[in-house]
C-alpha cells in the first residue's frame, strides 16, 4: 500500500487556493477548508454549494481526522474550469485525486452531497479513495426524476439571482425567509443561521459551474453502472429529501449491492445541517469500516 501522509499535530489551512498545473492543460485553481489530524478524508458538496454545507459536522470529524472541504470547480470560491475541460466525472474525479496528491495525501475516505456523492462514488470506483460516504447522490435517477430535479434546481437558482442582496439579508434573518430560501434542501431550515443561508444563495446565484454541471447530468455518463467491491461504501438517504427522493436510495443498492444503505430520519437532501450527529457518525462508520482488525 502506498504511504499516507497522517500529521501528527492539527492542521487548519482556511480560505486557501490550491493550484493544480497538469502536465498536459491548462492549470485550474481549487478553494478549501483543512482541519485536524489523523487519516485523512475528503467532502464533497453538492450542486451550486460550497464548502460551508459541512460546517455542520466539520469540527466533529476533524477531531478524528485530517479532514479537506473543497469548493468543487465552479462553485464556491473555486473558479471555473478553462474552456475546454470537462464537468463530467471523468475529467473532475482525476483532478479532484490530484488535489489530493498536491495536499500530500493518497486515497483519503470520501464523503460527498448530491453531486458530490457521485464524484465520491467514482473515486471509489477508481481507486482514489478508502471507503465512500455517497449522501443522496446524484446518478441514479430515472428520464423523469432528472427532468424535476432540473426544474427545482434551475427555479432556485432563478431565485437567488432574482433577490437584491437587502432583500436577501432580510430574508435570512426570519425563520419562515429561511424556509423560503433554502426548504428544498434542508428539512429543517429555521437550523441554519442567517449568515450561512445568505451565504449560500450567493453561492448558489454566482456559481460558474452551474449550468455546465446540469449540462452533463443530461450525457448517459452521468448515471452510476457500477458495482464497487474492494472498499467500504455507505448510501445515506434523507426520507424527507424533495430533491432526490429516497426511492432512488433503492435504486443505488441494487447497483451496489454490497454497499449499506441508511436512513436518515427526518433529514432532507443535505442532511448535515439537520442532524450533523447522525451524518458525522456514519461517514466515521464507513471509515472504521475500512480496518475492520480494529
Sequence with gaps: MPAVFTPQTPVRDSGTVLRLAPPAGPSCDLAYERRG?????????????HWQAWEPVLTVLAGSYDVIALDLPGFGASPALPDGVSYGTASVVPLLAQACEALGVERPHVAGNSLGGLLA??????????????????GFFTTPDRLYAYTVLRGMRAGARALPDPVLETLARSAPGRAALTS?????????????VAAETRALRRAPGFAPVLAEGRRPAARFREDITDVPVTLAWGDRDRLLPPRQGVRAKRVLPGARLVRLRGCGHVPMNDDPATVARVIADTARA?????
Aim: proline fraction near 8%; include cysteine.
Design 121 to 138: 462514488l467514482g473515486m471509489g470506483l477508481h481507486g482514489y479513495a478508502r471507503s465512500v460516504t455517497a449522501l443522496a447522490p446524484a
Design 184 to 196: 428544498t434542501i434542508y428539512a429543517r431550515p429555521g437550523r441554519r443561521s442567517a449568515d450561512a
Design 37 to 49: 489530524c489523523g487519516e485523512p478524508m475528503l467532502l464533497l458538496h453538492g450542486i451550486g454549494h
Design 290 to 294: 475500512a480496518h475492520p482488525a480494529r
